[in-house]
């Protein structure tokens, strides 16, 4: 048995980095892997694109075990729409990971020989610690310059307001400034710092029990894309774990900017923001175990919402400040096809 399962979910194309169009997307991962001066792992990919993948990557000279898996069809809902699903497939990932300590990669990262080490040593020391990220274009560090607005990933995809990104891109991170973490400046200025739980984002980690005890992911968060990796560490904080996040500015990785996944995000027909601030009100830590009815619906749009410090915003958008899109589709379908799962249950099926 691993000490550490390292989970990586994907749904990009094989050759979507910017700037690279010959570096596989996996490369620079499992090359980063290969070098660990930590060794006892696993890492386990979930790949929404498996079918038109599977057998096309020999694992079997890395010096790791590789668990390459398709999304489970009971937490697939979303994916085989076509659309964001990647709450289902980190539950997937959780289905299979035999580690005590769950470390979350992405493709297309790369980091230094210690980054295990450092991981499994701030566990042992009582510790969730996380990563932040430094983002690289064509590989180099991006900065926001004029060519960064022509092909840089928060200049073209990146989810944030539209008009004038270049503005507020430059407000961020500065006129030529780096593209990175937005916690850094902050967690530069301490050094080390325990981190709030609205903080627990990117290149987390967390305990497989921990996990467990909150049930996963909440695959309410499918669906459109968003803040699910928040939620997980509020959740977490609800249920006991709230003084164990740890960003350290010492701790980081590269992430090589790269083309959007292969699955679409629609438009908001529903507000994530919502159901964090619905979950931390009734101090509700487990997922995935009690339907959202068309009741609760109402009392986030009435109750929640206009106390969300992002409601004057909102009410700009499509939301309207009002939680979900009445008359669309996709918001019936979410509201009568929710997940109720048990994902220890589920593991001794496994």
Same mark, same amino acid.
């Given at each position: 048995?691993? #000490?550490?399962?390292c989970?990586l979910?994907t749904?990009?194309?094989d050759?979507?980095?910017?700037?690279?169009p010959n570096?596989h997307i996996?490369k620079p991962t499992?090359s980063s892997?290969?070098?660990q001066?930590?060794?006892d792992f696993e890492l386990?990919?979930v790949?929404?694109?498996? *079918?038109q993948?599977r057998g096309?990557?020999?694992?079997?000279?890395?010096?790791f @075990?590789?668990k +390459?898996?398709p999304?489970?069809p009971r937490? @697939?809902f979303?994916?085989?729409?076509?659309?964001?699903n990647?709450?289902?497939?980190?539950?997937?990932?959780i289905?299979h990971?035999?580690?005590d300590l769950? !470390?979350r990669?992405?493709?297309c990262?790369?980091f230094?020989?210690?980054?295990?080490q450092r991981?499994?040593?701030?566990?042992q020391s009582?510790?969730?610690?996380m990563?932040? +990220?430094?983002?690289y274009?064509?590989?180099e560090?991006a900065r926001?310059?004029k060519? =960064?607005?022509e092909? *840089?990933?928060?200049a073209?995809y990146?989810q944030m307001?539209?008009?004038?990104r270049?503005? &507020?891109?430059?407000r961020?991170? /500065?006129e030529?400034?780096i593209v990175?973490?937005t916690?850094?400046?902050t !967690?530069e200025?301490h050094?080390?710092m325990k981190?709030?739980p609205?903080?627990? =984002?990117?290149y987390?980690?967390? @305990?497989?029990?921990a996990?467990?005890k !909150?049930? /996963?992911f909440?695959?309410?968060?499918? /669906?459109?894309? *968003? $803040?699910?990796?928040q939620?997980?560490?509020v959740? &977490?904080?609800l249920?006991g774990?709230?003084?164990?996040?740890?960003?350290?500015?010492n701790l980081?990785?590269?992430?090589?900017?790269h083309?959007p996944a292969m699955?679409?995000?629609?438009q908001a027909?529903?507000?994530?923001l919502?159901?964090?601030?619905?979950?931390?009100?009734?101090?509700l830590?487990i997922?995935?175990?009690?339907?959202?009815?068309t009741?609760d619906c109402e009392k986030?749009?009435?109750k929640?919402?206009? @106390?969300c410090?992002?409601? %004057?915003r909102c $009410?700009?958008?499509?939301l *309207?400040?009002k939680?979900?899109?009445?008359?669309d589709p996709?918001?019936k379908?979410w509201? #009568?096809n929710q997940n109720i799962?048990?994902?220890?249950e589920? %593991?001794? /099926? !496994?």
């Open positions: 048995m691993p #000490e550490i399962s989970i979910c749904a990009r194309d050759y979507s980095i910017i700037g690279l570096l996996f499992l892997l290969a070098k001066t930590f060794t386990i990919i790949d929404a694109l498996y *079918g993948r096309m990557h020999d694992f079997s000279n890395l010096p @075990s590789v +390459h898996i999304p489970d937490h @697939s979303w994916l085989k729409k076509g659309l964001w990647v709450c289902g497939m980190l539950n997937t990932a289905l990971a035999e580690g769950i !470390v990669l992405d493709d990262c790369e230094e020989e210690w980054y295990l991981f499994w040593e701030e566990y009582g510790w969730f610690p990563a932040m +990220h430094i983002r274009n064509s590989g560090p926001v310059t060519e =960064y607005f092909e *840089g990933y928060e073209k990146a307001p539209t008009e004038d270049g503005s &507020l891109l430059k961020i991170y /500065g030529n400034g990175r973490d916690r850094w400046p !967690v200025k050094g080390r981190a709030p609205e903080w627990f =984002y990117g987390s980690s967390f @305990s497989l029990e996990a467990l !909150v049930n /996963g909440n695959e309410l968060f499918d /669906g459109t894309k *968003g $803040q699910e990796d939620d997980l560490g959740r &977490l904080a249920a774990y709230r003084d164990t996040f740890l960003l350290d500015r980081w990785v590269i992430e090589h900017e083309l699955v679409e995000s629609p027909f529903k507000c994530n919502g159901l964090i601030l619905w979950e931390k009100t009734r101090g830590y997922a995935n175990e009690h339907r959202l009815t009741e986030i749009r009435t929640i919402c206009p @106390s410090l992002n409601f %004057r $009410q700009g958008e499509r *309207g400040g939680f979900y899109v009445e008359d996709l918001f379908e509201l #009568e799962f048990n994902l220890r589920e %593991r001794l /099926g !496994v």
